[in-house]
Every structure is written in C-alpha cells, then in structure tokens.
C-alpha cells in the first residue's frame, strides 16, 4: 500500500490508507488510545485500542494502517487542518523506539529554557511551533532569491576561506590553512564587489563568521547573511530603493504564507540620516546622543517606535554614517566627507541589513587601505578587479536570522538558528 500523506486524509473519508510518521501526543481514555501522529505535512489523530498502542509513546516512529473516517460535529478541531478526520487504526506497526523524552514535548507552546532547547535541539526542533520558525526562514530566503532576481542580479557562491578581513576590527575567525594563516570570512563583500565587474549585479546567500565576544540577544559566531550588489548605479537613492525593494518583497510574500502578525511594510518606507535620527530621539526622550558615531540600541528601538508611530511602518532607513566607523569600501560623500554614503535598514527595533555605495577608484581605494593601516598587498585579488574597470556600484546585506527573529517576535536570535554558534556553544556548551 503507498503512504498517504496526512493533510491528504481529509480527501481519503472512508478509504482504507497506510500513514507514517512519528508519535506526537499520546491519550489513553479507557479503551480507546488517541495518537496525534505527525509527519512533515501536519497531525493526525489516530483512534486505536490499548493493544494495538502497547508501549506507545512520544517520538517513537510507526507505520497505521487503519479507515480515514468523518468526526462527529463536536469532536471536529478547528485547529487543525486535518481536525475534521481521524484514522480509525486497524494496524499499528512500530518501526522505530525513542528513548524517553527529557521533558514534555506535548504543549503546544514548548515552554523550554533556551539552554535546555538548544542542548535537545535535534529533538527540539521536530516541534510544531519551532519547525515553524525555520519554515518561514526557508521561505524567507526563498523569497530573497526571487526579489533579488526581480532587481537582475545573478547568485554567486563566493568562497568562506580568505585571507583579507572585510569587516576590520578583530573579530575574525582564524583557519591553519596548510600553515599559511587565513580567515573565515566576515562577510562576501570583496567576492560580490569583484564579481559586479563580471556580472553588474550579484546576489548571495552565504555562511559568514564572527567572532563576535559580547554575548548579545542578536549576535551569533556563524550566521547566514543575504547579499546584493548592484553596478552602473546613477544615484545613492537607487541603492536605498533597490534594499527598501529586496526587504519590502521578502517580508510580504513571507507573511502572506503563514500565520503570522503582519509587519507594517509601506510604500515609502521613511529614511533620516543617522544625526537627523539622533535629533529625534533627543527631542522624544530627552538623552543627548547626537555626538555618538552610530546609533546605539537603543536608539534604533526608539527611531523605531518612531517611525512606527508617525509612518505606520516597521522599518526605517538610516543613512550617512560617520565614514570612520564603517567598512573601508565604503564611499566617503564627496559632498561631505566624514560621512559615508552608507545606510542601515531597521526593523521593529533591530539593524537587519546595511550596505553602501562603494569606492570603484582604484587609487582611492589603495589609499583608504593603507589609512586604514591595512597593507593592499592582502588585497591582491580584489584590487585586481578594480584594475580592469569598475563601474559606480553598491550594495546591502541582510541578516538572515535577524529577519526571521523579529518576522516571528522571537526574543534571541539563537532561536532562529539551527545549531547557533556563540562564544559558548557548538552544539553543546563548550565549558
Ligand atoms: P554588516 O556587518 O552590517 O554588513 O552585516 C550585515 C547584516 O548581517 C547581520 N549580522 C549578524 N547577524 C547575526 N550575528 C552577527 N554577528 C551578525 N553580524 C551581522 C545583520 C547585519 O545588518 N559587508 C557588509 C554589508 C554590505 O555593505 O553590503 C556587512 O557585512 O543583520
């Protein structure tokens, strides 16, 4: 008999069907034991007797065979896709035993402490609500991808082993390459800039490494950031329309797929520069901090609630950082130097992307480096690309787990990742 698949059964009334998958929730009531059974498309009730269960509990793997039958009208479970059927079980075949489960997995909530989430991952993560969590994320950034296509760009897959740090600062990530020293790469900015001299526009979605030392709600060691790079750009507006495009589409086409809070996405997402969104925040709270070099975090919770509060909407752009506080590729504004002609999205609080138009001189760029006090010789591959003719170009990056934490109002990060990696954990606590 070939499997039926469970949101299938609500189709099968009356037939007989063969379904499989693991044991979710067990109730016994006297003669007759209730089977949630799941598979990868949902739950199932399954109606059976004490011997055909004998042994039964959560997680254990069976093959029933049994009647897809109606429910009586005040047993239907609105809840459920499936909830006006059960499966009246002829055969319960047991494939496959778990140990006893550490904790209840039967609450549909799953009120865990994160450590102990995270130490059972590969158990907690066949949890409804959190096999939730990573579909939207596939759908995120499947949704990226097309957006991504949509503004022309092409996926690269860049390499994560180099030997020139993007970021600056010290958090890199150290490999023994053959006993050469290398890195694993803080982001694919020389990889995607490069290949805007082959391509024009680039698109990426790739691991990236940190070794981030503050142990914070939205940092992780390796995380999965969402690229772009776009060349023969005519005016630092079309980078800030391409990311506000990119993001604005993936979020919407996310949240039109699932259950979940919509976010207030708008046509016109507001933009400030990072001294007018310093001036804000000021004026709405009384706390100076228009002399800092970039915005603080809470500040972005503040300009948040502010452009919630004034223009309907989630997100804000914040543009113009000091040029020393960002990357080295970032473009001074010839208008005003000490700052960048960069930008920040943020979203319900939290940067979750930024980007910049880029220095595409050559000798500008040589020189940034060594002001930098950084030698271009480290820099050999991507100044070659600048050698051959580079058009005016720029680009963002999102946060993959960022987005999908405050799509679904997660409160840590950690819960967006699959296996994250801190300064304390891989896979288990590291002490
Ligand atoms: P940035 O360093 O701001 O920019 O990173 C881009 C986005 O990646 C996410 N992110 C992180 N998420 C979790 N843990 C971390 N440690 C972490 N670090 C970054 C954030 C952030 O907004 N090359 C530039 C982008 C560009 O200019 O195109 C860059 O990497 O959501």
Known sequence: MTRTLITDTVSRVGETVLVKGWVNTRRDHGQI???????????????????????????DVIYVVGTVAKRPEKLINPKLPTGTVEVQAEKVELISKSAELPFDMGSPTLNLELPTLLDHRSLTLRHPKVQTIFQVQASLVENFRQAAKGI?????????????????????????????SAFLVQSPQLYKQMLVGVFERVFIITHVYRAEPSVTTRHLVESIQMDCEIGFIDSFSELLDAMETVFSQTIENT??????????????????????????????????????????????????????????????????????????????????PEYSLSYDLLYKGLEI??????????????????????????????????????????GFSFGLERSTMKLLDLGNIREASLFPRDTERVDFRLS
């Not at 949902?42 to 959560?58: C, D, K, N």
């Not at 009384?286 to 800092?292: A, L, R």
């Not at 220095?359 to 060594?370: F, V």
């Open 353 to 394: 992307s930024s980007g910049a138009q880029r220095i595409h001189d050559l000798d500008q760029l040589k020189q940034t480096i060594i002001d930098r006090g950084m030698d271009p010789a480290g820099f050999a591959m991507y100044l070659q690309a600048f050698e051959y003719g580079m058009p005016p170009h720029g």
């Open 33 to 59: 034991v209730f089977i949630d059974l799941r598979d990868r498309t949902g739950l199932l009730q399954i109606v059976t007797r004490p011997e055909l269960a004998e042994g039964l509990h959560a997680e």
């Open 255 to 336: 949240q039109n797929q699932f259950e979940v809070q919509p976010s207030l996405v708008t046509n016109k997402i507001p933009r400030l520069t990072m001294r007018e969104a310093q001036k804000i925040i000021q004026d709405r709270t009384g706390v100076d901090h228009t002399k800092e070099p970039d915005l603080m975090p809470e500040d972005e919770r503040e300009i948040c609630a502010w452009a919630k509060e004034t223009h309907q909407s989630d997100l804000v752009t914040i543009t113009h950082f000091p040029t020393r506080k960002r990357a080295f590729y970032s473009l001074p504004d010839p208008d005003n």
């Open 152 to 180: 022309g760009c092409i996926e690269i897959f860049p390499p994560t082993i180099s030997t020139s740090a993007t970021e600056g600062g010290a958090d890199v990530l150290p490999v023994d390459y053959f006993g050469h």
